[in-house]
């Protein structure tokens, strides 16, 4: 707890050295300074970050960089992902696609679903970001919160848009693979390292 604290003051302290977290509206950057103090105490690295497939022309550069962060053990994962609407090939005006294929605990994979306030314990999540970058193949491990109450999965009021994004949170450690022409990146969930 002591070191929490301590992590928390740093983390202002750095805030208001580096003029970050004050003034109108700047609130929060004091706050995730001290979350990202905390995140390095705790040993588990942040790794926050946004997939828009409503942007196809930037899904490639989206995934490198999400890919360049998706290093070593443990991490604190914020990732919330903007669907494409009604804009890929095939898919009629409206239709909201997640690139993310849901494995539920009980069936087959399918695609996800996504209603505002949705929360899911499936077994898995595969991110797609195909036909525009094919050198990345996430899987998300999940699960039930009584086995896994660190990790979050669920559907959020996203923008202006009128689908909800997809968010997933929680701790997870890094299994990397290098396979020829890509990475094999499974992340599994965690419990938080120790004070």
Known sequence: MRSRRIALAVGLLLAACTGKGMGPGKGNEAAEQGSAAKSVADGAARVQATLDFSKPATIAEQAEALAAKLEGGPIYLDLTIIPEQGEGEG??????????????????????????????????????????????????????PEAYPYATAACIQGGGGSAPYFNIRGHYAVSRIGIPTANDVQLRPVAPPAD
């Open 91 to 144: 898919e009629s005006e409206g239709e909201v696609n997640y690139r993310v294929t849901e494995t539920p605990q009980s069936g087959e994979s399918r695609p996800l679903s996504c209603s505002f306030g949705d929360r899911f314990d499936s077994k898995a999540f595969a991110v797609s970001f195909n036909p525009e970058y094919n050198h990345l193949l996430l899987e998300i491990r999940h699960g039930p």
